[in-house]
C-alpha cells in the first residue's frame, strides 16, 4: 500500500511571492529527506528548497517562473513500504508485483547514478528499460535547418498535413526570401502528427513547424542506441546491475557537474535563461542595461548589481564606432492622393522586390558610400577572347568579357587585402577573409539575385565561364537555394549589356566593396603622338569609407584597369 505525501514550502521568512528559477527534480526521481527540490529567488538572496520526506516524485506542481510562498505544495511523493529491488536481491528471482508496478521508476532510479553492487538479473526491468528508451524517440520537433543568414523568412507554400507518413529529406514547407525560394526538408521519416506553421507565416532557423512520430520500434531503437552510443549503452548495462537505492537525484548531480551533451542543459542554454534577482532587474531596467549581454559574477552564473554597475561603466568609457545603426529619425512620408490628378493603378511590388528594399535602404543608410570611376582598356583582351571564342564553343562554353574581368579583379584583391573584408558589427574590427568568393548581380523578371560564385582564384577561365551562364540561368528559374546567394567576399554589378556610361552600386553588406561595370566603347585615346581607337570599360567602384580611404581605392581601380589591359599580370 503506498501512499502520497504533499511536500510543501516550509518556512521562509518574510518573502513572499518568491520566484522559482530552477526545478532540481524530475518525476520518477528517488529522493530521501533534505535533497534540494527547486532554488528560489528573492531580492535578498537565492535558496535551495529541500525535500521533508523521501521518496518517489510522483507529480511536480510548480514550473519556473511560479511564485510560491510558505505552504503551497511543491510535487508530491510516493511513500513504498517494501522496496522491490530488495526483495529482488534477496529472492534473485524476477519481481512480480512492485517490480511490475514501479519497473520504470526503478531504472529511472538505477539509472541516475549507477552505484556498484552484486548484479541481478531482472527481466522486468531491461523490459522497462527499452520501453523507456523508445518512448523517448518516437516524437520529434521538425525544425527550420540552417538557411543562412536569411531570418522571418515567408512560408509560401505547406506541403505536409497531419496524418501524412513523409520520408526523409522530403520537403515540408516552401520559403520565399528576397533571393530565392526554397524548400525545407525533413530531418526524419515518419506520420506528422501536428504542422505548426501556415501559409504567410513568417519563420527563422530553429523555429518548429510540427511535430513527427519516428519510425523506431522498441527492441531496435535500444539497439540503436547500444550501437551509436556504446559509452552511454555501457553505463545503462551497469546501472542494470545495481541494487543499492540512490542518494541524490540526477538532477542534483547534473547541477553540481553538468555533462556538456547533457538534453537538459543544452535546453537551459537554447532557451539564454539570465539568472538575476527582481531587485538587479529592476537596477538593470532603470540604468537601461541589457542583462543578456551582462556577465555574471555569482553562483551559477547569477548577475549581481557589481556586475551591472562594471557593464555599465565599460560601455560609457569605450569608443563607440558603430558599423549598423538604426533609422535617421525622420518623420513618415505623408500619404499622397495620386488620383486626383488623374489616371492612376496600383501594383504590388514582387516579393523579392519588397525585401529587397528592406535590405537596401538599409546598407544605403548605415554604409558611408563613396563611389570611385575608372575606364580600363581592354582591347588586348577582348582581341584574345574573340580568338578563343571558336574553340571555347567547340569545348561548349560560350566565353564572355565577366570571366576574365573576375580573375584580374582576384588579382587585384589580393594586392589590396582590406577590399577582401567584412567589417564587424562592433565596428572595431576587420575580418579579413582568405577565400575570394565573388557575387554576381543577376537580373530577373521578379528582381535583382546576387548568386556566389566560390572559389574564382582556384578556377580557370572556362570553368567560371560555364558556371555563370548556369547560375545566371537557375536565377531566373528561381531554383538558387540560399547556400547559392551567400558567403560573398566582393560583388559585381554589370550593365555592360544593357548600356549606361558609369553608375553608383550599392555596397552589399557585408562586403566593403562592389565593382559596376558600364558598357564598354571604342574611344579615341592619346598615346603620345596621335589618338588611337581602344576598346575601353567604365568602372564604378563603391566602397565603404569606414574601412576603405578614397587614396586606397583609386590605387585599387589603378592597379585593377591595369591587370585587365594586360591580363598576363595574372600570371605574375
Known sequence: MTDLIAVKVPDIGDAEGADIIEILVAVGDVIEAETPLITLETDKATMEVPSSDAGVVKSI????????????IILQLESSAEPSVTATAETEQPVESNAESDSNTAVDQIEAEPVASEPVASEPVASASVASLSAASETQDLVVPDIGDASDVD?????????DSIEQEQGLIVLETDKATMEVPSSFAGEVLEVSVK???????????????????????????????????????????????VKSSSRTGDRVAPVPDHPHMKKRKSEGVIHASPSVRRFARELGADLSKVSGSGPKGRILKDDVQSFIKFELSRPKPVAASG???????????HAKWGSVESKPLTRIQKISSVNLHRNWVTIPHVTQHEDADI???DAFRKSMKDEALKAGTRLTPLAFIMKGLVHTLKAFPKFNASLENDGENLTIKHYYHIGVAVETPDGLTVPVIRDVDQKGIYQLADELGEISAKARDKKLGANDMQGSSFTISSLGGIGGTAFSPIVKWPDVA?????????????????FEPRLMLPMSLSYDHRVIDGADAARFVVHLAATLKDIRRVLI
Open 61 to 72: 506542481e510548480v514550473k519556473v517562473g511560479d511564485q510560491v510562498s510558505n505552504g503551497d
Open 327 to 337: 533609422g535617421l529619425g525622420l518623420s513618415p512620408l505623408p500619404e499622397i492622393d
Open 199 to 245: 501559409v504567410g507565416d513568417k519563420v527563422s532557423q530553429g523555429d518548429v513547424l510540427g511535430k513527427i512520430k519516428t519510425n523506431v520500434v522498441s527492441a531496435s531503437a535500444n539497439q540503436g542506441l547500444l550501437e551509436q552510443e556504446p559509452d552511454k549503452a555501457a553505463e545503462k548495462s551497469a546501472s542494470h546491475t545495481s541494487i543499492a537505492p
Open 514 to 530: 562592389i565593382l559596376g561595370l558600364s558598357r564598354n566603347k571604342m574611344q579615341p585615346v592619346w598615346n603620345g603622338k596621335d
Open 379 to 381: 582591347t588586348e583582351l
Open 155 to 163: 512560408v509560401i507554400e505547406v506541403l505536409i498535413s497531419s496524418g
